[in-house]
């Protein structure tokens, strides 16, 4: 059943999410271990930096053809010197030094040693992805939870992918489980988090990527969320719905964590989790008082680790940030009602459509030292997948366009590697599709006007980075956590 077709009134909606787990009867069960998946033994991206991109060589499970697809040419196109299969990032001249801001080396060894597993709560665009990045990692993924998605039909939807191939590893849906490259996976289908039977299956680390479950107050929670976690077509429902803090208590993240979960990531931005961007302040997360934390938004994800480098090394006075973002399944096919933002109501495939975005304004939340000094804009575009940031700043040192240059490409060659990539090659969006890295910095794409302007310009795949980012969100959580 998908969510347009779930149409429901006021008290419907109430009590439908009030209604039992299916099979939360025997959820006493834990379900048993599967062996990891051959897929675990490699990491996507995990190529040594270098001063191109690094090309998607297929090893990392990303749904491409070895020979005669895009991932082919795309990988002619970059110097010869890259290798084609993951090197091994725990020895090699690429590592140059650890800091409190981990390496790619140090996420290597995390991710080799995470044994706590995960779970997905949605099986949607993101929840599908952040599955595939755990396959390619070999992070152990225990349960899936979606209510309103056919156990027959997650196979179908996490097989085949019309962004990034269809996925070449196995998946089926065997004794009740999802079973994706030998690995037993849960199934739930609970409308309420408190429902879900975590502790069954062992009390896992939550990717909460419903897009419902923001706020960790109750009168926080977003009603236009809650419409389209529920399908309800109108926005009356989700308001009326919203009016009572009791009936709003069941909305809450925290019911992941007295359900059984031990911790939680939560796949958007939120106005009151600790937010944290890999790469930029990941070591501020404190285990004893941090159970529920946001990843921040993919833009966001992009536009911090630059904005560290530059602020840094030149000092950033103010700045103004534009995300030529593309459409997302929140946007209309063709043109509709959209009382909250009425230009989000038209046509996604046939529009550029000016939009809203809080992207900028929550650097300020992982770099405290920029808050207040940058603010953004976005504009989405009909293309299905990769964005690009324009981070237009005044700097506070006068500094050379070819400085600034430099001192990305050596950031993306030390501790941010794997997080910030360079790139001086002539690349469009599409050469970026199921690119790994949180931020490309285009080196051709960016100006200066003097020593002291500049336009900085950066690409992220906005579904494909934002989740491998989760997940190295989870597994340093669990590095500290222990």
Not at 87 to 101: K, N, W, Y
Request: with cysteine.
């Amino acid at each position: 059943m998908s969510k347009r077709d779930i149409v429901l009134t006021n008290v419907t909606v109430v009590q439908l999410l009030r209604q039992p787990c299916p099979g939360e009867e025997n959820a006493e069960t834990p379900p048993g271990r599967a062996s990891e998946g051959s897929r675990g033994a490699g990491i996507a991206g995990s190529e040594p930096p270098s001063e191109s991109v690094p090309a998607r060589d297929g090893t990392g499970g990303k749904g491409r053809a070895a020979a005669g697809g895009r991932g082919s040419s795309i990988r002619s196109r970059f110097p010869p010197s890259l290798p084609l299969t993951p090197a091994p990032l725990l020895e090699g001249p690429h590592v140059t030094h650890f800091s409190p801001i981990l390496s790619s080396a140090c996420w290597l060894r995390i991710l080799r040693t995470t044994p706590h597993p995960l779970s997905l709560n949605r099986f949607g665009r993101i929840g599908r992805l952040v599955l595939r990045a755990c396959m390619e990692k070999g992070v152990k993924v225990v349960a899936v939870n979606d209510p309103f998605i056919d156990p027959e039909y997650m196979v179908y939807l996490f097989k085949y992918d019309s962004t990034h191939g269809q996925y070449k590893g196995t998946v089926e849906y065997k004794n009740g489980r999802l079973v994706v490259d030998k690995q037993e996976i849960s199934i739930f289908q609970c409308k309420q988090p408190r429902d879900i039977p975590w502790k069954s299956v062992g009390s896992p680390f939550v990717v909460e990527s419903t897009g419902v479950f923001l706020s960790l107050e109750e009168t926080s929670v977003s009603g236009r969320g809650v419409q389209g976690w529920l399908g309800v077509g109108w926005w009356w429902h989700s308001k009326h719905l919203m009016n009572s803090r009791h009936q709003c208590s069941f909305l809450l993240p925290q019911n992941h964590i007295k359900a059984g979960a031990l911790r939680v990531v939560i796949c958007a931005p939120s106005p009151d989790a600790p937010t944290f961007v890999m790469g930029v302040n990941e070591k501020d997360y404190n285990p004893d008082s941090m159970k529920i934390v946001s990843n921040a938004s993919c833009t966001t994800n992009c536009l911090a680790p630059l904005a560290k480098v530059i602020h840094e090394r030149f000092g950033i006075v103010e700045g103004l940030m534009t995300t030529v973002h593309s459409y997302t399944a929140t946007q209309k096919t063709v043109d509709g009602p959209s009382n909250k933002a009425w230009r989000d109501g038209r046509g996604a495939h046939q529009n550029i459509i000016p939009a809203s975005t809080g992207a900028a304004k929550a650097v300020g939340k992982v770099i405290p030292a920029l808050k207040g000094k940058l603010t953004g804009t976005a504009f989405r575009v009909p293309t299905p997948d990769v964005s690009v940031v324009d981070l237009t700043c005044r700097l506070a040192q006068p500094t050379p366009y070819s400085a600034i240059k430099d001192a990305i490409k050596a950031e993306a060659k030390g501790r941010m590697a794997g997080i910030l990539a360079y790139t001086e090659d002539e690349v469009v969006s599409t050469d970026f599709i199921s690119n790994t890295h949180s931020s490309i910095f285009d080196a051709k794409a960016g100006i200066a006007l003097n020593d002291n302007f500049v336009k900085l310009i950066s690409w992220y795949d906005n579904e494909y980075g934002y989740s491998h980012r989760v997940v190295d969100l989870l597994s340093y959580m669990f590095s500290r956590d222990n």
